[in-house]
């Protein structure tokens, strides 16, 4: 079955630090992957998308993420951090001709300012 | 353009009692999902449409559970007999169908059983 991964549930980092959010996807074929982030209050906003091409793909507010094949990962990151990063991290995927998305758990991220 | 909408946004009621959860998808669009997030969890997978009719409803917990979209617009979960289990935010989320399946969610029902 399949099922998304991510190991880090809470990080807090200070102000102009760089992140990387862990996220491990289990499926044997084609998936195309996603990050969205939760702002206090807020609904789930999609940050980045992977479907096929580049594997370094880039989102808005700066934020990055790379799917690697051979691990089966799909980690998120950014260089510098900002206090309005606060928020919590989810990485989904789903696989073609399934449409439902499998979300991982969660990484709540506090940024200190 | 509006998003996806969700009403109520908060709904308390009491263990037994029957629940319609009401969801507003963008404009177009022809899919449309259910999830259910709780507390400390990712959002789980319940039901999704295209069109009018339920695709794929594998992740309904249990007869108690069901789904209506009869326009292919508006949709509507029902909750029968709801247990204080049934506790948690009900997400909705729409998308057009195509190679990507970009998803758009509402704000949520946060629905607490008493």
């Known amino acids: 079955a399949q099922s998304v991964s991510q190991h880090n549930h809470h990080v807090i980092l200070s102000e102009a630090a760089s992140l990387e959010l862990g996220c491990n996807y289990s499926?044997?074929?084609?998936?195309?992957l996603f990050w969205y982030v939760q702002y206090p209050g807020q609904h789930l906003q999609l940050l980045l998308k992977?479907?096929?091409?580049?594997?370094l793909v880039k989102g808005i507010k700066g934020f990055e993420a790379e799917f690697i094949k051979s691990k089966f990962s799909f980690n998120l990151r950014k260089p510098s951090v900002q206090w309005s990063d606060t928020a919590e991290y989810f990485c989904?995927?789903?696989?073609?001709?399934?449409?439902?998305?499998?979300f991982g758990t969660g990484t709540r991220l506090k940024v200190l300012a | 353009g509006a998003g996806v909408s969700q009403t109520p946004s908060n709904k308390v009621t009491e263990k037994g009692k029957y629940v319609e959860l009401r969801c507003d998808p963008i404009?177009?669009?022809?899919?449309l999902y259910w999830y259910r997030q709780s507390l400390g969890q990712g959002p789980e997978f319940l039901i999704y449409?295209?069109?009018?009719?339920?695709?794929?409803d594998s992740g309904l917990p249990n007869d108690r559970f069901f789904a209506v979209r009869p326009e292919g617009s508006v949709s509507t979960l029902k909750i029968q007999r709801t247990e204080r289990g049934d506790s948690a935010v009900y997400l909705c989320?729409?998308?057009?169908?195509?190679?990507?399946?970009?998803?758009?969610f509402g704000p949520g029902t946060r629905l607490t059983v008493l």
């Open positions: 499926y044997g074929g084609t998936v195309n």
């Open positions: 449409f295209q069109g009018t009719g339920a695709a794929d």
């Open positions: 404009s177009g669009h022809t899919a």
């Open positions: 989320a729409s998308s057009l169908m195509g190679e990507v399946n970009e998803q758009f």
């Open positions: 989904a995927c789903h696989g073609p001709g399934t449409y439902k998305y499998i």
């Open positions: 992977y479907f096929s091409g580049d594997p």
